[in-house]
């Protein structure tokens, strides 16, 4: 069995770079350190860490184990305040992992009241692109994720929570200058600037055969959203997207947005946590607030989606 004892020692290391500096804040001899290093360097049967003159580095077995050593340390973390919970308190490390619309909408409102009604939760929030929130799920950084068309795998359970239509946007001179619904050929003729996703590009649109046409077609790549609004406002080209991701660029009146149709488009948004780990008190009230507030922002208009009901 794994010592987790070992393992904060050696995310020590890893974090610190050095022996001198992990013994420095672990306040332990840094003999202890080396010691418990080897142990696990025989264990796995390679090196961890490369040494260097001015500090270790971690070999890849090192950077993998590392990424374990987080999970598991974490969800030791997690476990110890829910059980240490007799009284039904709300404490604890909670962390989660937001797509950029998600923030823009519900962010300030969401973290405002964790603060003021679970002053006892560590709230740790991570904003990303939506495919980009993935691997920080799957390697259980976050212990939950509001993000777009996660794929359908039994390591997630994730419930639907509201559908966005999805528009053309850009300048007018780009797109037209109205505001009368353009149908889907018609913006494939058009300079399309994608928004990469990383692993999961179903992050943009619900339907795959569709999104490999726009993949196909698409003059420019980005993973930056200060990027694309920018090629936007400077005419490079459109974007299929919410107008919530860019509200601000609307709201100032330099681009517009047009409705797509024949067909109309949609995205579908998604809570999403690994099937693996179990909820604690504090994740689960989190679980609740977010929702909460999501459908919260669609009912005030602040949010142009429609709830997903549950059947």
Request: with cysteine; aromatic share 4%; glycine share 6%.
């Amino acid at each position: 069995m794994l010592d987790t004892r070992q393992l904060q020692y050696f995310a020590a290391i890893c974090e610190h770079g050095s022996l001198s500096r992990a013994s420095s804040n672990l306040n332990v001899a840094a003999s202890a350190l080396s010691h418990h290093l080897a142990q696990l360097e025989v264990r796995f049967g390679q090196p961890l860490f490369l040494r260097k003159p001015r500090g270790m580095e971690p070999t890849a077995a090192g950077r993998r184990l590392h990424e374990h050593a987080r999970a598991i340390l974490r969800a030791v973390t997690s476990a110890e305040a829910d059980m240490a919970d007799q009284e039904g308190k709300i404490s604890g490390p909670v962390s989660v992992g937001m797509s950029y619309s998600a923030v823009k909408a519900i962010g300030v409102p969401f973290i405002s009241q964790v603060v003021r009604d679970y002053p006892a939760v560590q709230l740790a929030l991570t904003e990303s692109l939506s495919g980009v929130a993935l691997p920080t799920l799957m390697a259980a950084e976050v212990d939950m994720a509001l993000i777009y068309n996660p794929p359908t795998d039994t390591m997630f359970d994730s419930v639907p929570v509201l559908e966005e239509p999805l528009v053309c946007v850009g300048r007018p001179e780009i797109i037209g200058d109205t505001d009368e619904p353009i149908r889907f050929e018609e913006v494939l003729g058009l300079p399309i600037i994608l928004l990469r996703q990383g692993i999961s590009a179903r992050a943009i649109l619900d339907d795959t055969v569709l999104l490999k046409k726009i993949e196909a077609r698409a003059v420019l790549q980005m993973n930056s959203v200060q990027a694309i609004a920018g090629s936007l406002v400077a005419g490079l080209g459109c974007v299929i997207g919410t107008k919530l991701f860019m509200q601000d660029e609307l709201d100032r009146g330099t681009i517009i947005a047009r409705p797509i149709i024949e067909p109309e488009l949609s995205r579908t948004l998604h809570l999403t946590r690994l099937a693996s780990r179990p909820p604690t008190y504090a994740s689960e009230a989190i679980r609740d607030l977010l929702l909460s507030h999501a459908r919260e922002a669609v009912h005030s208009g602040v949010w142009d989606a429609q709830i997903v009901e549950r059947g």
